[in-house]
């Protein structure tokens, strides 16, 4: 489905990702874990078609990606709606520009567009999609609000409902549930499995958080950084939906840590010098591993 090959992206000097093989199989719920700054969001907009490539290939069904198509839709952290349009209408916005021969080549951005003009859905599908959606998210008695109306986890389930709606190849997540309190993303967890068992998308979802990519995913791949490359490829081969509270899980997130412990012990040198007590970081403390800005 999507393939990364010998992917390099460098900001000027900086050299950010090096040499990244990624498969990314149809159906596959497959998570980017690493410490901040190790590249992730610049990877998923890079196969987003946001960033530019400074070498290698990104391939969605064998053609390059080269710009942002219905294919591939990114739900971003902040939700970004539009503030002055109600549920409804932000799920439904995207749907206009959904075309009919989703295979042309003009969602991989060759110049080749202007042939397929023809909407994917017509009127009364739009409608049917959009007002499925709605209770798919559990938002259908909220259509009609607008979004500073709404929690953080009800914008987030709005954002994630449009990018559903433009029926995208693979949904691609940059951390979309880390600014919500952990209640909430529970809730959202649950939702997205299900969703996701119900949708059958492949997903591509970004995160710090290794629980999260434990009880989300198939697959985990460990990011290490500077620059960011791939250091594990972690299968979570156990049943879904999930619970965070499955003996299995709660292993696999210490082999998780383990395979990371050489990227941890290299950034804490990085950052406090050969002195700093790794205990004293409390990197392996808390219940929710995260390998945020405390590293
Ligand atoms: N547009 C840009 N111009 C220059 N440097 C950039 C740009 N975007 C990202 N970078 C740099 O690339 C590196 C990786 O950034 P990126 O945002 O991809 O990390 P991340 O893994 O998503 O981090 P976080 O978990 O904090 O979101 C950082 O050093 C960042 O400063
Ligand atoms: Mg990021």
Redesign the pocket.
């Known amino acids: 489905m999507l393939e990364i090959q010998n992917l390099h992206k460098s900001?000027g000097q900086?050299k950010?990702l090096e040499g990244l093989n990624i498969t990314v199989n149809k159906g596959e719920f497959l998570s980017i874990l690493?410490p901040?700054?190790?590249?992730?969001?610049?990877l998923i907009h890079m196969i987003a078609g946001l960033e530019s490539v400074s070498g290698g290939k990104i391939l969605m069904k064998d053609r390059e990606v080269k710009a942002p198509g219905t294919d591939r839709i990114l739900v971003f952290q902040s939700g970004a709606l539009f503030p002055w349009l109600n549920v409804k209408d932000n799920i439904a916005f995207g749907l206009s520009n959904v075309k009919a021969d989703k295979k042309s080549q003009d969602r991989l951005g060759d110049g080749k567009s202007k042939k397929s003009k023809k909407d994917k859905f017509s009127d009364e599908e739009k409608e049917e999609r959009v007002e499925e959606l709605m209770k798919k998210v559990h938002l259908y008695r909220f259509r009609d609000k607008f979004p500073h109306q709404l929690s953080g986890g009800m914008k987030q389930r709005v954002s994630i409902a449009r990018s559903l709606a433009m029926d995208p190849e693979v949904l691609l997540m940059d951390?979309p549930f880390s600014a919500l309190d952990e209640q909430t993303k529970m809730v959202l967890h649950e939702e997205l499995q299900r969703i996701w068992m119900d949708t059958k998308k492949t997903i591509v979802f970004v995160t710090?958080n290794i629980r999260e990519a434990v009880k989300l995913s198939d697959r985990v791949l460990v990011m290490g950084s500077q620059p960011g490359k791939i250091i594990k490829d972690i299968p979570i081969p156990y049943a879904h939906p999930r619970k965070v509270t499955d003996p299995n899980l709660v292993e696999m997130e210490k082999v998780i840590m383990e395979s990371l412990k050489d990227e941890i012990e290299k950034r804490r040198k990085e950052e406090f010098g050969d002195g700093y007590p790794v205990e004293a970081s409390g990197v392996f403390s808390g219940p929710d591993y995260t390998m945020g800005d405390g590293i």
């Open positions: 900001f900086e950010v690493g901040s700054g190790c590249g992730k969001s610049t951390e710090h």
